[in-house]
């Protein structure tokens, strides 16, 4: 189960069917949205939600008014059910059955976020950072943001730019640099 913390579907609860999945929590998905609207107006960004699970973060932007929205995992379960809420909510949201680093690797579009939400037992950290910013997959005021456990540390990553930690919970961001453009 899932709640919508924010925007024109603030408190809406979207009951997922058993997914293997592990969505961001409240107390994270709102710490998270509250440094990314100090950056963004969520109406007027592109947004790649990788590993995205029960779509819990791209219901988040849309319900913000975010209109491009593309969802990316690879359980052809949690595709079908993403795109079935979006349809029920009117939410625009692409979604896309890939393994996470497979659909970087091949993607061409270029965002202001990307949010990438992989299982606590995820280690190839480094090579999606890599693809990201090798691909030019950010805009130059754009962040990559990748959601771990608090104790993985990914400061030693190229382009990374801080960490904030929540609970069990952190975030990374990873953004171009004047040495890296």
Not at 46 to 69: K, M, P
Request: glycine content about 4%; aromatic content about 14%; some cysteine.
């Amino acid at each position: 189960m899932t709640r919508i913390i924010s925007g024109k579907f603030r408190g809406k609860i979207i009951k997922a069917p058993a997914l293997p999945v592990r969505p961001t929590t409240d107390f994270a998905k709102e710490a998270l949205f509250n440094i990314l609207n100090n950056h963004f107006y969520l109406d007027e960004i592109s947004v790649l939600d990788l590993f995205a699970g029960t779509g819990n973060l791209s219901y988040e932007f849309a319900s913000r008014g975010c209109s491009s929205i593309t969802a990316v995992d690879q359980n052809p379960k949690c595709c079908q059910f993403i795109s079935k809420t979006s349809e029920s909510l009117q939410f625009d949201i692409e979604v896309h059955r890939s393994d996470a680093l497979e659909y970087v690797k091949r993607d061409y579009k270029v965002y202001d976020l990307i949010i990438a939400d992989p299982p606590y037992d995820y280690t190839d950290y480094t090579a999606l950072v890599d693809q990201v910013f090798f691909k030019k997959l950010i805009q130059e005021e754009g962040f990559l943001v990748i959601e771990h456990d608090r104790e993985t540390d990914l400061s030693e990553v190229e382009h990374f730019y801080e960490m904030r930690k929540y609970g069990k919970v952190a975030f990374s961001f990873f953004q171009w640099t004047e040495e890296t453009e």
